[in-house]
């Protein structure tokens, strides 16, 4: 039985002549919503802590499948935290079967990362099914510990009082009953995918898209967080749904007054890479940065490997290193880091069967 994520997949990975004519359209297509649809882009200076375009130096492979019992083939979706000295990971796994999950990491060094033992989800009171793109984070309000994760047609949630206890995680609970209409009226031939938190002062947002062009968002107070969450809106959208498909990260850029946001395309050639643009507000509108496949965020084009070997031509779903590990979700604009997902070349019979790793992107143009 193929995964939500699978199927999903395997049309866009039919790339041919519908790809190559989104690629062509480009970011041009990207609108913010219809009340800020007509806003003038930023001017240059207002970046100057995070350059136009981007260069990266890429690590090896730094964490595989386990050899076990749960037959596990890919990892994938990484979302990263640093607690207490400690490195704490949770991913989506994909086995044989094609069925998804995820596992939980810890570790001291990414050297040792390699090493870590997983917890699995069924081995916590998350359990099986199809639960799978986790992103983490320490909710400072309650002194809790959030897992936020797609479950097919909505999004849910797990807490721990503990991270450092891998299996303490809770069993689901969701935000919404069911899929919202918005999503309903505007998905077409996606899914919804990749549940995002971020939270200023005032309030907490979730993102989400549907592999067809459109990021959605909701909002609650930060009192309220996790309950009340509103219905969606359509944040940004762009027609060419492969350059704007999915795996969105908002980040606040610390010290600049911003917020970067990544969203993952396919490009002419079929391989993954990252988009981004800039926004003074969660809640504003996003405005280019790096989002072309002339000018990407991440991609093989603008990446060297530290080996000299490029084991991976595919630059997909990830989390950039934090400063901190809390609901603000903050990142330096110095010296960025990104982990994330990647596969060795080859031709595969599905997205199911292939064999992801994690690896890790350094910025080498740093503008500080």
């Given at each position: ?10 049309a ?18 990207l ?8 806003s003038?882009?930023?001017?240059g ?14 690590s ?12 596990i ?9 640093r607690?207490?000295?400690k ?8 086995n044989?079967s094609?069925s ?5 990491l810890s570790?001291?060094?990414w ?6 033992m ?9 359990g ?55 999503i309903?009226?505007?998905?077409g031939?996606?899914?919804?995918v ?6 200023d002062?005032?309030?907490c947002?979730?993102f ?10 909701s ?7 996790p309950?009340?969450?509103?219905q ?5 959208s ?6 704007f498909?999915?795996?969105d ?20 050639d ?8 800039t ?12 989002n072309?496949?002339s000018?990407?965020?991440i ?6 490997f530290?080996?000299?070997t490029?084991w ?13 590990y ?21 031709t ?13 992107v350094?910025?080498?143009?740093s503008?500080?």
């Amino acid at each position: 039985m193929l995964s939500i994520r699978s199927v999903r997949t395997l049309a866009a990975l039919a790339v041919g002549t519908a790809v190559a004519i989104a690629v062509a359209v480009g970011a041009v297509g990207l609108t913010v919503g219809p009340a800020a649809a007509s806003s003038p882009q930023l001017p240059g200076s207002f970046n100057r802590h995070l350059p136009g375009s981007f260069t990266w130096r890429s690590s090896g492979v730094l964490i595989s499948p386990h050899s076990d019992s749960h037959d596990i083939i890919a990892v994938k979706d990484p979302s990263v935290v640093r607690y207490h000295g400690k490195w704490y990971v949770a991913a989506s796994t994909v086995n044989s079967s094609g069925s998804y999950s995820m596992e939980f990491l810890s570790f001291r060094s990414w050297s040792r990362a390699s090493f870590a033992m997983p917890v699995y989800a069924d081995q916590t009171a998350i359990g099986t099914g199809y639960k799978t793109a986790p992103q983490l984070f320490y909710y400072a309000p309650r002194k809790l510990w959030y897992l936020v994760y797609q479950t097919g047609n909505n999004i849910g949630y797990s807490t721990n009082r503990d991270i450092a206890n891998l299996a303490g995680w809770s069993a689901t609970q969701y935000f919404y009953s069911g899929m919202p209409p918005i999503i309903t009226q505007n998905i077409g031939s996606g899914f919804w995918v990749d549940a995002w938190v971020i939270c200023d002062r005032a309030n907490c947002y979730l993102f989400s898209m549907d592999d067809n062009g459109h990021l959605y968002r909701s909002q609650t107070s930060v009192a309220d967080f996790p309950n009340d969450m509103s219905q969606p809106v359509i944040a940004a959208s762009n027609p060419a749904r492969f350059t704007f498909f999915e795996a969105d990260n908002v980040y606040k850029v610390a010290g600049t007054g911003q917020y970067l946001l990544i969203v993952e395309a396919i490009g002419s050639d079929g391989h993954r890479y990252f988009t981004s643009y800039t926004s003074t507000a969660i809640n504003g509108s996003w405005n280019p940065l790096a989002n072309t496949e002339s000018n990407p965020f991440i991609r093989s084009t603008n990446v060297t490997f530290a080996s000299g070997t490029a084991w991976t031509q595919d630059f997909s779903s990830g989390e950039m290193i934090r400063d901190s590990y809390d609901q603000t979700l903050t990142v330096s604009p110095c010296h960025i880091q990104y982990v994330y997902q990647g596969d060795a070349p080859g031709t595969y019979s599905s997205y199911n069967a292939i064999p992801w790793r994690l690896g890790m992107v350094t910025q080498t143009n740093s503008a500080c």
